[in-house]
């Protein structure tokens, strides 16, 4: 089975709200919610390719320095198994815009609950609250 190596940011704001954006039409698993990022391309670290899809899909500059590593994703689906380091970032530059035409949404912890996302990004949630809580 192929694997498909990805990166996702947990954009948080002072008011502890989270960034999530929806896949859109024409994009597999089209309609779901999910951390922004996106595939680490070949001779790529996962940093540099956050940093470059953050810059791509939503407009925001951040650095490496800003990212911290929370958990990760390990998850097949009929075509590819996925691995998705899951970064939180509380410091980044710009307005986030949708760059690629997908809906953004800012949201409060308790609410990415409440949207359907990937089968992959959903254990990802409970150890960003956790490391929100701490941090």
């Known amino acids: 089975m192929k694997i498909l190596y990805v990166v996702a940011a947990a954009l948080i704001t002072d008011s502890q709200e989270i960034l999530i954006t ?29 940093i470059r899809e953050l810059e791509e899909e939503l407009c925001v500059h951040t650095k490496k320095e800003h990212l911290y590593p929370i958990s990760f994703a390990s998850h097949s689906y009929n075509e590819f198994h996925l ?22 949404a800012w949201v409060k912890m308790q609410e990415l609950k409440n ?21």
Do not use: H
């Open 22 to 50: 929806q896949r859109p039409p024409g994009k597999n698993l089209a309609g779901f919610w999910e951390f922004p990022g996106g595939k680490i391309d070949a001779g790529e670290t996962p940093e540099q390719a956050l």
């Open 83 to 104: 691995f998705m380091p899951l970064y939180a970032c509380r410091i980044w530059s710009g307005t986030a815009q949708p760059a690629e035409g997908q809906n953004l």
């Open 115 to 135: 949207f359907s996302m990937p089968e992959a990004d959903i254990p990802l949630i409970e150890p960003l609250i956790k490391w929100v809580d701490q941090n």
